[in-house]
């Protein structure tokens, strides 16, 4: 009967043994302001990417596990414009609620998740929105055969909305300025808040237009869904880094610009290769690193957009990809030089 | 007086030894350890604390609780006192620490009385009705309760739409909006009524406590009931009354996209109710079982010898007995049901936990919100666990 | 009536052949009238509640096993859909099972969580035999978890090194779980010990410490540990989220399982502690092989029911975004094509949950009486 204190002896022995083994890989040192994120990344290996816990069409697990979609689409990119190696990202999954943190905490490098651009978030949180990828607004839908041609007509009905986000104080914000009365259902996880929007438990479900467009996709009869037609606010998304590091901010925000440009000038992933040899317009040339060092100004390989496009096509290929299949017209997010579109990419000079 | 005559050798107490810088000293051993340890704490607090200062520096993030006089902007679907989203986060924070209330004192109820009412099941002699109440205790029991919150709100989702509600009597419908009840339109009377039955109550309990002394001293037992029901019933009847008898039906009626006016269950109050319940219910029904078991059928036997009436021996003799082993394992099951309804964040319903988050979210202060939450459910537990020794020590066995 | 013979006249030499008692008496038709028809009221009950259970379960087996619709071919769940209502869509299971039981884990590297599953599984059956009570089994503990974790991680014998935020599903329930209370165990003895020192300050600070963690619930200890863990830390260091969930449930497994160990000692005769001081034993070799050797040995029932506790409670790490069995489910059900099967995904993680719990709840019970028959003599 005396083993008991060998055995805590022992126990606790190993215990701390086992304490240094859990902590080794789990700890990563994240970068400090002073080394950079850039130089920590290539340190470590990979590219850590905050996205959506799942998101249909911008990110979510497939069958085998393997995450997909349009954010996902900019995780790779900006790994092969660091490795040359688009495996070299690892995703974390990240809710509404724990998005800044693990950015601040240096937890991810970046996050591509769909985050809305606000003043409040880009000054009081320490982090930086280095560009747009897409431009969104908040919307409302409902039912068919709820006959709602408005979303005036909208009074005395629940609201299925998540809490946490702009989207909730929007919402409130638009109620009382149009004088409508609502009953809110709040659902912390996106696929409860369709679930019951589905189930009939809401009237109408509002979230980004993108979003309420991936549901409506998703349905067997979309048909049956109406997407009124009231935009109620601007919803810029795009990635965040952490504040201070103006040279991976670049990156990304180049990263973005070189996937609209690519777009721009008919680059895709079927010709990238072909045109970085045989291509005699000079911003091509340039942006495909054949003349000039732009790719090294931004600390990575000259041939960063060659690499890049060939895995990832330019951004209407990722567009027609990922979010033409859930239903989402380029709208707004077309290229400039088409009527009403926004995206715009500064010179590759 | 028997002092000056006593013994002296009896009055001397253990010698003092003078405590002595070594080792061997148990004292000093003792006060070594409680330096280190409570050292080593403070230490590790200190480092915790400037890591956090030094952090929400870098980051900027607002600290103190000037937040909590902003405007919340939030929606709150059930809130029993007034709330519009115009109001700031501390009203916001309040309408969430009654919700849980409302969510936790309810369900403390019924899960007390159907987790009784199955424990007495699994004991009775018809074998269908004791197998099936096992099988209830097991599984219930044995799943995760997250689970079976999201199961039964995906259930209760599956309800026909307000147009189609099932509506079983007049004024009363259910859909998926939840379960509507005629009302009454609530007015000052109402609420000055429902005190006057509160005071009824706590005036009935001081009565039979002093009949109850009474039968002590003369062993005539007296009749409480007749006074209880005059301060519990007539009273209150008087106060609303007096106050001019307010009465206006106020029934649940479908204009526009929902039903307007009655008393309102939301589904996800429902769900989380239900869910709570039927999970505790399981725990409750194995310390009833066991409460029961744990009176010696000799009691029962010999009470009936005695000749009292089986009423008088559940009240008087098993029930006493019972109760000494059931309530101190029921106390954790009432904390339990607390602490489980913030499970609400994963269905809607807005509890503390789901407001507290919210708003930690949009004012990115997270150690205040973490803080408001915590401080209101260690409120609340301290006061379900002084009420409940309080009643323990009442019922407790008195050793002479 | 036993009396019979006492009313014979003649006494029989020889003893009668034993009777059979009457088929009214001992035979299942007698079993039948006893339990379930020995009153009025017992019969209306047991006929309104057979009539329940019978129409109950034609009504599931319809839905479960007879209407459902198993597999579709790449994703088409049109036959899913029209089938809503009147039968199961097993194939959200058949399609999505092995998202559901590792989530994003490489998938051809499969064979590795489930290996570790089972290596859990063979842990858990071996700690259940008394045969192994012994100091061995710390040493088998540790073995055991450091498998697990070479096989999650990787990174050697050939094996690719696997990311933490990459495992999911079933491995994550059990490594919480396990892990926790590996981790607990320990940390719960010394608290246990510190509550009942005469140490005031110790004493202090263990029952601040268990009161503070049973006062609040498990979510905000999670939320804690997710938005408020990565301020703690100096500039530069982080901390994995799974490992900082890991934390917190340590730390709640830690206080309820210091007051079960707590019990133990309590219920301790005090002779054991007198005996052990009057041997001029130190307080650590008093404690350690005297005193816990039989208080945790009291404690295995209570200890078992806790774990049971924790291994369901693990499921609220969806909360915080943690992807254990019960995020994956949820998860495999965000693709368009399988939005609306919550139904028969719960259910079946629902089946697996309760085999693990269902198994241990049968062990404690088990357990419990064999532990307590010495008691009942």
């Not at chain 1, 027609?320 to 299949?325: A, D, F, S, Y």
């Not at chain 3, 013979?5 to 008692?21: C, D, G, H």
């Amino acid at each position: 009967m005396t083993f008991f204190g060998h055995t805590l002896k022992a126990g606790l022995r190993a215990l701390a043994a086992l304490t240094a083994l859990a902590a080794a890989p789990a700890m990563a040192q994240a970068p400090t302001q002073a080394t950079g994120t850039l130089d920590a990344i290539r340190a470590r290996g990979t590219l850590i990417c905050g996205v959506n816990t799942g998101l249909a069409g911008f990110a979510q697990p497939n069958s085998q596990g393997v995450w997909t979609g349009f954010d996902v689409e900019y995780c790779r990119a900006l790994a092969v414009a660091i490795f040359n190696d688009a495996s070299k990202v690892r995703y974390v999954p990240t809710t509404a609620q724990v998005r800044f943190t693990a950015l601040q905490s240096g937890e991810v490098d970046v996050l591509f998740r769909n985050t809305t651009w606000t003043l409040s978030r880009d000054t009081s949180l320490g982090l930086d929105f280095p560009a747009i990828n897409f431009y969104d607004g908040q919307g409302f839908m409902v039912k068919r055969s709820a006959n709602v041609a408005s979303a005036r007509d909208l009074d005395g009905a629940t609201i299925c909305v998540q809490p946490g986000t702009t989207t909730e104080q929007n919402l409130a914000d638009w109620a009382r300025g149009a004088r409508i009365r609502f009953t809110p259902v709040v659902i912390e996880r996106l696929e409860d808040n369709i679930a019951a929007y589905l189930a009939g438990r809401c009237d109408a479900y509002t979230t980004d237009i993108s979003g309420l467009a991936a549901t409506r996709a998703a349905q067997s009869q979309p048909n049956d869904h109406v997407i009124l037609p009231e935009v109620i606010s601007k919803e810029p998304l795009g990635p965040l880094v952490r504040h201070g590091d103006q040279r991976f901010a670049d990156l990304v925000r180049w990263v973005h610009f070189g996937l609209i440009t690519a777009e721009e000038f008919e680059v895709t992933a079927a010709n990238v290769v072909q045109l970085s040899t045989t291509d005699t317009r000079p911003d091509v040339q340039r942006l495909l690193g054949r003349t000039s060092e732009l790719g090294q100004m931004l600390g990575v390989d000259n041939r960063w957009m060659v690499n890049i496009i060939r895995t990832t096509g330019n951004y209407g290929e990722i567009f027609t990809r990922h979010l033409t299949p859930i239903g989402l017209q380029r709208g707004p997010n077309a290229l400039w030089s088409t009527p009403g579109g926004l995206q715009y990419a500064p010179p590759f000079r | 007086m028997s002092d000056a005559t006593a013994d002296p050798r009896f009055k001397r107490t253990a010698p003092k030894r003078p405590m002595k810088l070594s080792w061997s000293d148990e004292r000093v051993r003792a006060i070594f350890w409680q330096v280190l340890v409570v050292g080593i704490l403070v230490a590790i607090v200190w480092w915790l604390v400037t890591n956090t200062q030094r952090n929400l520096e870098i980051r900027r993030i607002a600290t103190g609780w000037g937040f909590l006089q902003r405007e919340a902007g939030l929606p709150i679907a059930e809130h029993m006192i007034d709330y519009s989203p115009t109001d700031n986060y501390l009203r916001a924070l309040m309408v969430g620490v009654l919700n849980t209330l409302k969510v936790a004192i309810v369900g403390i109820i019924l899960a007390t009385i159907l987790g009784t009412l199955i424990g007495i099941a699994r004991l009775s002699k018809n074998w269908l009705v004791s197998k099936i109440a096992g099988i209830y205790v097991e599984v219930i029991r044995d799943l995760p309760l997250l689970l079976q919150l999201l199961f039964w709100y995906t259930i209760l989702q599956g309800l026909p739409g307000p147009r189609q509600a099932i509506n079983p009597i007049d004024g009363v419908f259910l859909s998926n909006r939840g379960l509507l009840l005629p009302w009454i339109q609530w007015e000052g009377a109402h609420t000055a009524a429902l005190l006057a039955a509160l005071v009824g109550f706590v005036l009935t309990w001081m009565y039979s406590d002093l009949m109850r002394a009474k039968q002590m001293e003369d062993g005539q037992p007296r009749r409480i009931w007749p006074i209880g029901i005059l301060l519990i019933i007539g009273g209150p009847i008087a106060v609303w009354a007096l106050l001019g008898a307010p009465f206006t039906p106020d029934v649940p009626a479908l204009r526009g996209f929902n039903f307007r006016g009655g008393l309102v269950m939301s589904p996800e109050y429902f769900a989380l109710l239900v869910g709570l319940v039927t999970y505790t219910s399981g725990f409750i029904a194995e310390i009833v079982r066991a409460g029961i078991q744990s009176v010696h059928s000799g009691q029962w036997e010999a009470a009936q010898a005695l000749g009292l009436k089986p009423g008088v021996v559940l009240k008087q003799i098993v029930l006493p007995q019972a109760l000494r082993v059931i309530v101190p394992p029921m106390t954790s099951q009432y904390l339990n049901i607390t602490k489980n309804s913030s499970l609400a964040v994963a269905i809607g319903y807005q509890d503390i936990v789901s407001i507290a988050n919210t708003t930690l979210n949009q004012t990115g202060q997270a150690i205040e919100g973490i803080a408001i939450i915590m401080a209101v459910y260690l409120s609340i537990s301290l006061s379900i666990s002084l009420f409940m020794n309080w009643y323990n020590s009442k019922i407790a066995l008195v050793e002479r | 009536m036993a009396s019979d013979t006492t009313l014979t006249p003649v006494s029989i030499p020889v003893p009668p052949e034993p009777r059979r008692a009457p088929i009214s008496v001992v035979g299942p038709i007698a079993w039948v009238r006893a339990n379930l028809f020995s009153g009025w009221l017992s019969t209306a009950i047991t006929l309104a509640l057979g009539y329940l259970i019978i129409r109950w379960a034609i009504g599931f087996i319809d839905w479960a096993f007879i209407n459902a619709i198993w597999s579709v071919p790449n994703n088409q769940t049109q036959a899913c859909r029209d089938a809503r209502g009147v039968g199961a869509c097993w194939a959200v299971v058949t399609e999505k099972h092995r998202f559901i039981l590792f989530g994003t884990y490489p998938y051809e590297e499969h064979w590795r969580p489930a290996l570790a599953c089972v290596i859990f599984v063979g842990l858990y059956i071996v700690s259940a035999m008394r045969r192994f009570w012994r100091k061995e089994l710390a040493l088998i503990w540790i073995a055991a978890l450091t498998a697990i974790g070479v096989l999650m991680w990787g990174g050697i014998l050939g094996m690719p090194f696997v990311a933490q935020e990459r495992w999911g599903g079933l491995p994550i329930t059990l490594i919480l779980s396990t892990f926790g209370l590996a981790f607990a165990f320990p940390l719960a003895i010394l608290v246990a010990l510190g509550r009942r020192s005469k140490m005031p300050a110790i004493k202090a600070i263990c029952v601040l410490y268990v009161e503070l963690i049973r006062g609040v619930p498990l979510i905000s200890l999670l939320f804690m540990a997710s938005v408020m863990f990565p301020l703690f830390l100096p500039e530069g260091m982080n901390i994995d989220k799974l490992l900082r969930a890991q934390i917190a449930i340590i730390l709640f497994a830690g206080a309820y399982l210091a007051e079960v160990v707590r019990a133990g000692l309590q219920a301790l005769p005090k002779g054991q502690y007198e005996a052990a001081d009057a041997l001029g034993l130190s307080y650590w070799h008093k404690t350690g092989f005297i005193i816990l050797p039989q208080a945790l040995r009291m404690v295995i029932p209570p200890l078992v029911n806790t774990f049971i506790g924790f291994f369901k409670d693990t499921s609220l790490v969806l909360i915080i975004g943690i992807f254990d069995l019960l995020t994956a489910g949820k998860t495999a059900i965000v693709e368009p094509a399988w939005q609306g099967f919550g139904v028969e995904v719960y259910i079946t993680i629902g089946l697996i949950y309760f085999c693990f719990c269902f198994a241990m709840s049968k062990y404690s019970q088990s357990l419990e009486a064999e532990l307590n028959q010495h008691r009942r003599r």
